[in-house]
């Protein structure tokens, strides 16, 4: 009797048919993830036109193209050497990241410009696109109100689907159950805070995809309404190293109130050009508290710590070493210059598009330039007519959201060779 009743629970009820059962909310995910559409789309056009395939120049996906700071280079290499010696051996390290390296953090990206956040407080990962994906694991499922802005990095929705925190895809693509926050030109794709309760928000500034910054004002609203809400901001600064206009926060954290309710992300990827390293790291404040289901506080950094050290046994050694470089003077002096490369990319592509009569956002404080497409056009069409014709290949923005339809993105991750031919197709495409 008692294996009676246990199969019935085990198999939800189903004795005859015991069988390994998926997790369903999978199957509620669009067809194609962004970028695996692309990567079809292009491959068709290059086996339809193998004469053409050799011109083709990617604008695509956000990865880096340039060569790493040779500062991480040489400490990678000395770090390979340390593997080499029984005394500078290195095994497995701390979870959360190696002293040094949370230091150089705390010290160089936020205590130097004023920000209080303590090494204890950053918790180092092989990249922040893990630990976005990763955050949904320690709030409870289907009980919050997750507000993400339209468009947006497909991560943070996909991932809420995939947990079951969302319902269906309607025909536009988006979840029914979330509760998406429009970005458009009129509010300069810097979404204002809903007159509806949320429990948990999204941001992104500088903005993958509109390139958009968000200033000090438009921060501490976010930061009152979460405080009002007893809500948690998501803030993903993958790109605060891209920041060029005086008084854009570089940081949640440089406003006040914060520490009460928000994690931030962080990576190497776009900053220090490690996409093909992986390294990347979470901040969450001591003070931050969520609810229990019988309305008690808990620290979050409590159960993030336990799902991390659960999971994740630690960025290598070796990338950690090149991370931690990037913050000696030469380093910063280096990534700034790659920095400086790809903004230059970034200013050519808006001027070019602009020379044409486009309407273009973005691509000052961020490696992305955000264009309206010409008269009207679909994105997806828009993309087909730039592949087909110009051999560019761009990211439509009906594959950030809904809002993102009439728009697309061309990133300024490339070489300046790549970049002043892209203008130069665009031009004769479009002018
Ligand atoms: C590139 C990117 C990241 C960083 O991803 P990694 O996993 O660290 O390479 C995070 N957020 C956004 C919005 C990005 O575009």
């Not at 246990?6 to 199957?27: D, P, S, T, Y």
């Not at 180092?124 to 507000?147: M, P, Q």
């Not at 993958?238 to 992300?265: D, H, K, L, M, V």
């Amino acid at each position: 009797m008692i294996s009676f009743s246990l199969q019935i629970r085990w198999g939800g009820g189903i004795i005859r048919c015991v069988m390994a059962r998926i997790n369903e909310h999978f199957l509620k995910l669009q067809a194609g993830y962004l970028f695996p559409e692309i990567g079809r789309r292009v491959a068709a056009f290059a086996a339809a036109h193998p004469e053409q395939a050799g011109q083709i120049i990617r604008c695509g996906i956000g990865d880096v193209t340039e060569p790493l700071p040779p500062v991480a280079i040489g400490a990678m290499h000395k770090a390979v050497d340390d593997q080499a010696a029984r005394e500078t051996f290195h095994g497995y390290g701390p979870e959360q990241g190696y002293d040094w390296l949370r230091e150089a953090i705390a010290q160089v990206s936020y205590r130097d410009r004023g920000v209080e956040v303590l090494p204890d407080e950053i918790y180092v990962s092989d990249g922040a696109k893990c630990d976005t994906g990763n955050i949904v694991d320690i709030f409870a499922r289907g009980e919050n109100v997750i507000a993400v802005p339209d468009p947006v990095y497909p991560v943070y929705v996909d991932t809420n689907v995939m947990a079951g925190n969302t319902g269906k895809a309607q025909a536009d693509g988006a979840y029914e159950g979330l509760l998406y926050l429009p970005c458009t030109p009129e509010n300069g794709f810097v979404p204002e805070p809903p007159k509806e309760h949320a429990d948990l928000v999204y941001l992104c500034f500088p903005n993958n995809p509109t390139g958009a910054v968000a200033t000090r004002e438009q921060l501490q609203a976010w930061v009152d309404y979460a405080l009002a809400n007893d809500a948690i901001l998501l803030y993903d600064g993958a790109y605060e190293a891209f920041i060029t206009e005086p008084g854009i926060p570089s940081s949640i954290f440089c406003i006040p109130g914060a520490r009460r309710c928000a994690i931030e992300f962080r990576s190497f990827s776009k900053q220090g050009g490690f996409t093909g390293v992986r390294c990347g790291y979470i901040v969450i404040p001591h003070e931050l508290r969520a609810k229990d289901a019988d309305g008690n506080d808990v620290a979050v950094e409590k159960l993030w710590s336990r799902r991390h050290t659960t999971k994740f046994n630690g960025a290598s050694y070796i990338v950690q070493r090149g991370a931690a470089a990037l913050f000696t003077p030469e380093g910063l002096q280096q990534t700034q210059a790659l920095i400086d490369h790809y903004l230059g990319n970034a200013k050519l592509l808006s001027e070019a598009c602009r020379s044409v009569g486009l309407r273009v956002w973005g691509g000052t404080n961020a490696p992305y330039v955000w264009v309206q497409t010409p008269d009207g056009m679909g994105s997806w069409d828009f993309f087909d007519k730039m592949l087909g014709e110009a051999h560019v290949v761009i990211t439509p923005g009906a594959g950030f959201g809904a809002h993102g339809e009439g728009f697309f993105r061309i990133s300024a991750f490339n070489s300046r060779e790549n970049v002043v031919e892209v203008c130069r197709r665009i031009t004769e495409l479009l002018g």
